[in-house]
Nanobody, 116 residues
């Protein structure tokens, strides 16, 4: 079992920045870590993902604006969000994927609201 706790959400103006953090209760070295988001009435979609080796991939809508990173020593993953747009407004969820056991762990979510 891995517990994930997100922080750093809040209100930002369009063009502004926010940094989300996700602290895990256990070692994340072997896990794929990701950020997903869900807007009201919509499905939860992948925003960014970083595998254990450090490779990353991003949703097209955030490429060039968001950066995911991980600090295995701190069991923490980050999402730096720049040039925010109103359409980035959503609840952001941290995800840890254990590829060996095919288990997904989720945080409780943090609200990000971008005003125009």
């Amino acid at each position: 079992q891995v517990r994930l706790v997100e922080s750093g959400g809040g209100l930002a103006q369009a063009g502004g920045s926010l940094r989300l953090s996700c602290a895990a209760s256990k070692n994340i070295f072997s896990l794929t870590m990701g950020w997903y988001r869900q807007a009201p009435g919509q499905q939860r979609d992948l925003v960014a993902r970083v595998i254990s080796g450090g490779s990353t991939n991003y949703a097209d809508s955030v490429k060039g604006r968001f950066t995911i990173s991980r600090d295995n020593a701190k069991n923490t993953v980050y999402l730096q969000m720049n040039s925010l747009k109103p359409e980035d407004t959503a609840v952001y969820y941290c995800n840890a994927h254990d590829g060996i056991w095919s288990i997904d762990y989720w945080g409780q979510g943090t609200q990000v609201t971008v005003s125009s």
